[in-house]
């Protein structure tokens, strides 16, 4: 007999995506302590993030979009379901994996679990399933994964493999595939296992090929990436000035989302703009949330070759930087901790840390002359 689902109560989903916006523990240590899923985790908060706006419209509004629900004909009712049927069904043929159809699942939605998981061609028992945050063993290998993929970005989860056979660990390529795609980490060689962008999302051509950068603001990068914790993992991102290399905002966050880089985005957008922003092709980047504030200021969009992370060379060296010189070394207890580590460690790098390629003056300095 299969288990009985456990239904999560809107009290108990507030609780959870309170603690995951205040951004004190990773999503393992609240996987662990809410005794749920990470991934759900991330779709709540997502949901809460985009849902906010509806608590400030007008009451009015909210009203009478009410009354037309409940007085609404029959055959509109009837017009509105088989909309939503739609959707679901071309929902079913852009999400290709079970866990991207898992993701869009509503328990609270109009239509049952069992109806929704028929449409989207999702087996009840691979819907109910939810595992817990990462083992000791696996965040153990995630961290040796990091340091390692910092000097040898084009080792693709094959090679990765192999090289952590040879150390003596005793992995396959399933497992490493999986916890390299949580830790949002590929090679930078194009081959056959890259990932593809999201199917709805715009890509924007690589602008900067052959261009000579020599000032601050004319072109700006960012990209995110994976920091080890003693139980769990967090993500950072930064938003960097490929000339002066100064950083000019970054974020944490428990969630590998569109939302923290777009924080980072809008951090940096305080300094200033510049003419060319340059991204990789991750759907992170290349969601309409992202993209539309750059549009709005009339900013050029580049974005990195499939595979190229060689292309946004300037923030990987950023963040070869920050984890040799503080992460690596400190090895924060916890996420209070490392955010103050990182403020200071940033401080630092902008504003007093000599840089070779700036003929050893700081960031800072080039940046703001």
């Not at 967090?234 to 569109?258: E, G, K, P, Q």
């Not at 984890?323 to 090895?331: A, L, R, T």
Request: charged content about 25%; aromatic content about 12%.
């Amino acid at each position: 007999m299969a288990a009985k689902r456990k239904r999560h109560t809107p009290e108990f989903k507030t609780k959870v995506v309170l603690a995951a916006l205040k951004g004190e523990k990773t999503s393992n240590e609240l996987a662990s302590q809410f005794q749920i899923a990470s991934a759900q985790i991330s779709t709540w908060k997502r949901q809460a993030i985009e849902e906010l706006p509806l608590i400030f419209t007008h009451p009015s509004k909210k009203k009478t979009k009410s009354e037309d629900e409940i007085t609404a004909p029959l055959f509109e009712e009837i017009g509105r379901l088989k909309v939503q049927l739609d959707w679901l069904k071309k929902k079913k043929s852009l999400l290709k994996s079970v866990f991207e159809r898992k993701m869009i699942i509503q328990p609270d939605y109009n239509l049952s679990i069992t109806t929704q998981c028929e449409l989207l061609s999702v087996g009840r028992s691979s819907y109910y399933y939810e595992p817990t945050g990462e083992s000791p063993e696996n965040l153990e290998y995630m961290r040796i994964i990091d340091e390692r993929y910092l000097n040898h970005s084009y080792y693709g989860y094959p090679k990765m493999t192999a090289w952590m056979v040879r150390q003596g660990h005793p992995v396959n390529e399933k497992r490493i595939a999986r916890l390299m795609r949580i830790m949002g980490l590929q090679a930078t060689v194009p081959g056959p296992h890259t990932s593809k962008p999201h199917p709805q999302h715009k890509i924007y051509p690589y602008l900067l090929r052959g261009m000579k950068i020599n000032q601050p603001n004319l072109v700006w990068s960012t990209d995110f990436t994976y920091i080890p914790m003693p139980y769990g993992y967090m993500y950072l991102a930064a938003v960097v000035d490929w000339h002066s290399r100064f950083v000019l905002s970054w974020t944490l966050s428990n969630t590998m989302d569109y939302i923290f880089c777009l924080d980072a985005l809008m951090g940096a957008l305080e300094h200033g703009e510049p003419i060319i922003f340059n991204t990789d092709q991750g759907s992170q980047y290349t969601s309409e949330h992202f993209t539309q504030p750059l549009l709005d200021r009339q900013i050029l969009i580049s974005m990195d070759g499939r595979g190229r992370a060689l292309d946004n060379v300037f923030i990987e060296r950023v963040w070869r930087s920050v984890k040799y010189e503080d992460i690596y070394s400190k090895d924060y207890q916890s996420v209070s901790e490392l955010r103050v580590g990182l403020s200071n460690y940033f401080d630092e790098y902008n504003h007093r840390r000599p840089h070779e390629a700036l003929d050893y003056a700081t960031p800072a300095e080039v940046h703001y002359g």
